[in-house]
């Protein structure tokens, strides 16, 4: 049903809703951090739990634990019975142990809570004004390595929770060809270079990324034993003039893109023009808001875009696939291959156009 055409106390409740929803997230957020879900899940069997015996159990007192169970309760998250014994919904099932409900809860709690406030700043100056809740950075990407380790940890987590699990697809695709030479643009933790040599004993891998985060890619190869495979090179995408090394047969940019602006995004593709041989391939991995099956996937992608906007640079979003393929057309390139990936990415394949 459209909610235009809800009832009017129907729509002030959701508005309620929305008015008081930091509340109702820092409730789930606590009832996470205590062990009171968890305590409420073991209790299922048994019929469920009361607040006196989760208090007792946990070592809180039955007020903190009541005005937690309260407001739950009335957002759907847990239910009491005539017993006043406590059990999850569903819904309070999935905010305990959904793997990615709890990767977005950690991300919003510990990276971008107190930096939304700015939010409207944000808008007005095109910065990410909430970034100064983390570090005094121009973006969050040169702050990654300097991150808190909590901090960094949600963060990688988000990242990798939405790119990991399409890598082994990712690569029968790429090895079809005989790859020789790789650039991994935003090589972030040297996490897709190592698979890359894991799954090809002869490929050789250049990660490029800012000092920082290429110094913590760096040594993570290393780790791996493929250091004699692996280079790094430094660059400032914001930078007036930034190059990439030549002799590249595959520009690999998997979530990458959509931390930049479009004028950005394109600066990029046409920085990986100019070095490109007439047979390299440029590949782009994205999660498109218009590619998406279910309705919640596209609602993550533009809550994200509200993250770009407030944290990470004032000016970057999750994109439709339409402008990217747009953008590359401007830089030069043509479009060979549109495959989905996984539940939420698009795969892109291009080459430079014959002049």
Known sequence: ???QNLKAINALEEAHKIAFAPFIFQTVVSLRKLGVFDLIFESRKKG?????????TLSLSVYGVGVLLE????SNIVVQDDSERFKLTTIGYFLAYNETVNVNINFANEVCYKGMFHLDEAIKTGKPEGLKELGNWKTIYEGLSQL???EQKSWFEFDH???????GDALKIIFQKNRKSILDIGANTGKFTIQCCKHNDTVNMTMVDLPGQLNVALKNVEKEGFQNRVKGHQIDWLSENPKL?????????CQFLDCFSKDEI??????????MDDNAELIIVETFTDRQRFQSAKFILEATSLYFTALANGNSKMYKAE???EIADKAGLKLNDDVALGEYHTLFTFTKKVS
Do not use: N, R
Not at 71 to 74: D, G, R
């Open 1 to 3: 049903m459209s909610t």
């Open 48 to 56: 469920g739990i009361t607040k006196e015996a989760i208090a007792e």
């Open 71 to 74: 407001i739950a309760e009335s």
């Open 148 to 150: 808190t380790p909590l």
């Open 161 to 167: 929770h939405y790119s990991d699990d399409i890598f």
């Open 245 to 253: 090394p030549s002799g590249a047969d595959t520009f690999w940019l």
């Open 266 to 275: 394109l600066k990029v593709l046409q920085t990986c023009v100019e070095v």
């Open 323 to 325: 402008e990217f393929i």
